[in-house]
Nanobody, 121 residues
Framework: VQLQASGGGLVQAGGSLRLSCAAS????????LGWFRQAPGKDREFVAA????????YYADSVKGLFTISRDNAENTVYMQMNNLKPEDTAVYYC???????????????WGQGTQVTVSS
C-alpha cells in the first residue's frame, strides 16, 4: 500500500493542525493505521493508532486528550487532529500501515514520506 501524508506546517503554540494520509494500492480497510513522529536528533516514536474497524484507538501518553486519530475507509484516508500543540510536538510525522494493531514501529510494513510539523513558542 502506498501512503501520502499531508497537512503539516508551521503553527504557534496552542494552535491546531489536521494531518491527512491518503492510501492507495491495496485494500485500505485491511490495515491498521498509525502515526509516528521523529524530532531532530531523536528516535522515531509512536503517536497514535487505529484499528481496521475504527473501534479501537491507541495513543501515546504525551498526546492523549490532545490528538485524535480517525479514518475514512470509503476515502482511503487516515487523519490526525492535533490540538493545543506545543513546541515539543515539532517533528516529522509519518503515517504507516500494518496488518496488526499496536504501537510498535516494527509492526508497520508500509510508511508514508512524512510531513513536517513545526510549533513555534
Amino acid at each position: 500500500v502506498q501512503l501520502q501524508a499531508s497537512g503539516g506546517g508551521l503553527v504557534q503554540a496552542g494552535g491546531s493542525l489536521r494531518l491527512s494520509c491518503a492510501a492507495s494500492g491495496r485494500t485500505f480497510s485491511n490495515y491498521a493505521l498509525g502515526w509516528f513522529r521523529q524530532a531532530p536528533g531523536k528516535d522515531r516514536e509512536f503517536v497514535a493508532a487505529i484499528n481496521r474497524s475504527r473501534r479501537n484507538t491507541y495513543y501515546a501518553d504525551s498526546v492523549k486528550g490532545l490528538f485524535t486519530i480517525s479514518r475514512d475507509n470509503a476515502e482511503n484516508t487516515v487523519y490526525m487532529q492535533m490540538n493545543n500543540l506545543k513546541p515539543e510536538d515539532t517533528a516529522v510525522y509519518y503515517c504507516a500501515a500494518s496488518l496488526d494493531f499496536g504501537p510498535r514501529s516494527e509492526m508497520y510494513a508500509y510508511w508514508g514520506q512524512g510531513t513536517q510539523v513545526t510549533v513555534s513558542s
